[in-house]
């Protein structure tokens, strides 16, 4: 039996593999992020180890797709549960200062034993093609028709991947088919030659062409994760990474990094024009993330235990002392939905939406109660 984890693991590996054949830059950024956390854990192995270790970075990926309305979410939904990817979050773009027909949210493994073992994650997009803000009536109808013509899971791809929810991973030869028809799914996929078509709906938002004009799935992109992100884009100029700024790459802070900060990369022949990478901080509380929406890094305390004296953010408790927890999800959004609309996609999914502060807050409790006892 291959377990759910290594199924994960093993999703991972190849999704990078066929991203890295379509995009021969994507090889030279996880080569060179590689080379970045390598030094790194040996100039400074503790914290490496806060931060969760060489071998889990070096295997850490995270994803975004687009999809074409709620059918295609909730395939998606059963797709990554046969993974131990679970949904996390609702982002809605929708009244975002760039707004956009778009909702959002994250699969990935929720228990922390899942994370370490492998925390792959997918963020996960569905376009809101009813919204009458963004699609008039006639452009709604002709899109829907368009994407329900679409079939991106197929049928022996989503019996598999309940079979893996059932029994917690499949046997060998079934998980190598799963894992293959799970990869041919993210293929690259044809786009429209009808440019009217396509520029309609570019007026609308840019997603809208992106869905509207392609037969399958994109990637857009599969980031991975390095210890030190600035020393990633020193390096990345050395072999032809173009650096693009002003798309949430932060300054350095004189204290511990929180939640995420990415970089994109300009490369020829990228699908969309870039490569992201990104580094991972301390996952904060809402109260955290509040100050941090309105302040950015000025108003954030600069140690740890300023940090979680404030209840600013979250901690592990152990009997050594209190160590961070890692911010798993996605970057917050201008406009996040937040827990409000947690029962609207999880209706909309047909299974439950997990709120991220809540696993959080539930970690932290629970290594308290461990300690105390």
């Known amino acids: 039996m291959v377990e759910t984890w290594e199924l994960r693991a093993r999703f991972a590996r190849a999704l990078g593999a066929a991203?890295?054949?379509?995009?021969?830059?994507?090889?030279?950024?996880?080569?060179?992020?590689?080379?970045v956390n390598a030094d790194f854990a040996a100039r400074n192995p503790?914290?490496?180890?806060?931060?969760?270790?060489?071998?889990?970075?070096?295997?850490?990926?995270?994803?975004?797709?687009?999809?074409g309305g709620p059918t295609e979410l909730r395939q998606a939904a059963i797709l990554f549960s046969g993974f131990g990817m679970h949904p996390v979050g609702c982002y809605d773009r929708r009244g975002a200062p760039d707004p956009a027909p778009v909702v959002s949210t994250a699969f990935r493994p929720v228990d922390p034993i899942e994370l370490a073992r492998n925390p792959f994650g997918m963020f996960t997009s569905m376009l809101t093609t009813a919204d009458r803000r963004f699609f008039d009536g006639d452009l709604q109808h002709r899109l829907e028709n368009v994407l329900a013509a679409r079939s991106v899971f197929p049928t022996e791809l989503l019996h598999l991947a309940a079979l893996a929810t059932e029994e917690g991973g499949l046997t060998a030869p079934t998980a190598e088919r799963f894992v293959a028809l799970a990869v041919a799914a993210f293929a690259p996929s044809d786009t429209a030659a009808d440019r009217s078509w396509l520029s309609a709906l570019e007026r609308v938002a840019p997603v809208a062409a992106d869905l509207g004009?392609?037969?399958g799935v994109r990637v857009v992109h599969l980031a991975p994760r390095v210890f030190d992100i600035d020393d990633l884009c020193r390096r990345s100029a050395r072999h032809g990474l173009r650096?693009?700024?002003?798309?949430?790459?932060?300054?350095?802070?004189?204290?511990?990094?929180?939640?995420?900060?990415?970089?994109?990369?300009g490369a020829a022949g990228t699908p969309g024009g870039v490569l992201v990478a990104e580094s991972r901080g301390i996952a904060l509380t809402p109260e955290g993330q509040e100050l941090y929406a309105a302040h950015g890094d000025d108003d954030i305390p600069q140690t740890e235990a300023e940090l979680e004296a404030r209840g600013l953010a979250y901690f592990t408790h152990r009997r050594t002392g209190a160590e961070p927890?890692?911010?798993?999800?996605?970057?917050?959004?201008?406009?996040?939905?937040g827990p409000d609309?947690?029962?609207?996609?999880?209706?909309?999914?047909?299974?439950?939406v997990h709120d991220p502060f809540t696993l959080y807050r539930q970690q932290q409790d629970?290594?308290?109660?461990?300690t105390a006892s």
């Open 19 to 35: 991203y890295g054949r379509t995009v021969p830059a994507y090889d030279t950024l996880v080569e060179v992020a590689d080379e």
């Open 46 to 67: 503790a914290g490496a180890e806060r931060r969760g270790g060489l071998a889990r970075i070096t295997v850490e990926r995270h994803g975004a797709i687009r999809l």
């Open 213 to 215: 004009g392609r037969t």
């Open 243 to 265: 650096r693009i700024d002003g798309i949430d790459h932060r300054p350095v802070r004189g204290g511990p990094d929180v939640l995420v900060r990415r970089v994109s990369f």
């Open 325 to 337: 927890i890692l911010y798993e999800d996605f970057p917050p959004m201008p406009v996040d939905s």
């Open 341 to 352: 609309h947690l029962p609207w996609l999880s209706e909309t999914l047909g299974r439950a």
């Open 366 to 370: 629970h290594s308290r109660e461990r």
